[in-house]
């Protein structure tokens, strides 16, 4: 059962954030530093998704399709299914959190690393993840004004605003300027890479700090948080069986049966924590809790079911494909 190590460091940094909130000036720089970090993330975003490839991948558009579906049709429904959960086994805030998580795009990179290592549509995987997250950006902000309105935590008709200034237009500025900064973010990926996940906890820190400050924690149990956790594993495994065995009655084959599990059971950390700074403002903080301890459980299970995969019978006898030509990029797909 593996740990994601920037697990770890979300973990610290809110343990940071619980024993040194931001206070006074400290948090209105904060707070400013975290918009900025936001914008550059997603120009980054921007930046990477190669417009080739997403156009590539539209040749298997019923494979993309079924993932969003998935992702923003039949995540949300359960996610509104669990509001009967109110308030005996969840609070009002942690449902909240829930029914965002829901709502958030889907992964890339552990979509692409699972698909890989479950020998199965690697190309696809790396498209859907693209898609998911692009469709996100728009998606996510209408279904949170849809299902979750005024009651969101602070979520208001401004945050559709704030979404288009803080998360689409600095994305698309990266789509435009990719020709001329393309090459500079290949070459330094991994520069890169670290300067996003920091921003993001730059995020978190703000988002918790800005919680402590107002006492939201005390809303929370340590009986609430194991009913959570225990919401949230119904929850992907509902989602996994769904996305595996709806695949087959759909007549996708196996290499592709594999990229929509993996990419369409899956809820992306670094698309949602952005966004629920921007749509939830003070009540971040437990907002994005369902969706931290759920990307640690999915990545958690994923292993082992991708590890499964890789030994069953169809994989053995797989004839050599696309997937397998493309096995070993997996681990260099964009976020």
């Known amino acids: 059962m593996p740990v994601d190590p920037y697990i770890v460091l979300l973990l610290g940094t809110v343990g940071l954030a619980a024993l040194f909130p931001a206070h006074g000036t400290g948090a209105d720089v904060a707070s400013g530093a975290s918009t900025a970090a936001i914008a550059f993330l997603f120009f980054l975003y921007g930046a990477r998704l190669s417009t080739r490839e997403a156009m590539d991948g539209l040749r298997h558009w019923r494979l993309h399709l079924t993932v969003l579906a998935c992702t923003f049709l039949v995540f949300p429904v359960l996610g509104l299914a669990a509001r009967g959960l109110v308030p005996v086994v969840l609070t009002q805030p942690l449902y909240q959190g829930l029914l965002f998580l829901t709502l958030v795009p889907s992964t890339i990179q552990s979509s692409i690393a699972f698909t890989s290592i479950a020998r199965g549509n690697v190309p696809a995987a790396i498209c859907a993840g693209s898609f998911s997250s692009l469709v996100g950006i728009l998606v996510t902000p209408l279904l949170a004004a849809l299902l979750l309105g005024g009651s969101g935590g ?102 592709d049966r594999i990229a929509i599990q993996f990419a369409g059971s899956k809820k992306s950390l670094a698309s949602g924590l952005p966004m629920a700074s921007v749509l939830f403002g003070a009540h971040a903080s437990l907002a994005v809790l369902p969706l931290m301890l759920f990307h640690q459980m999915q990545l958690m299970v994923c292993a082992v079911i991708a590890k499964r995969r890789a030994r069953d019978p169809e994989a053995a006898g797989e004839p050599a494909g696309p997937a397998a030509a493309s096995r070993t990029a997996a681990g260099t797909g964009s976020r």
């Open 154 to 255: 602070g979520f208001s008709a401004d945050s559709l605003v704030k979404i288009v200034i803080q998360l689409l237009v600095p994305f698309l500025a990266g789509q435009v300027l990719r020709r001329w900064i393309g090459g500079f973010v290949a070459r330094h990926k991994k520069v890169l890479g670290l300067v996003d996940r920091g921003s993001i906890l730059l995020v978190v820190y703000t988002a918790f700090s800005e919680g402590m400050t107002r006492g939201i924690w005390h809303q929370v149990s340590p009986a609430r948080l194991g009913a959570l956790l225990g919401v949230e594993a119904v929850l992907l495994a509902v989602m996994l069986g769904l996305t595996w065995y709806g695949g087959r009655m759909l007549g996708f084959p196996r290499e």
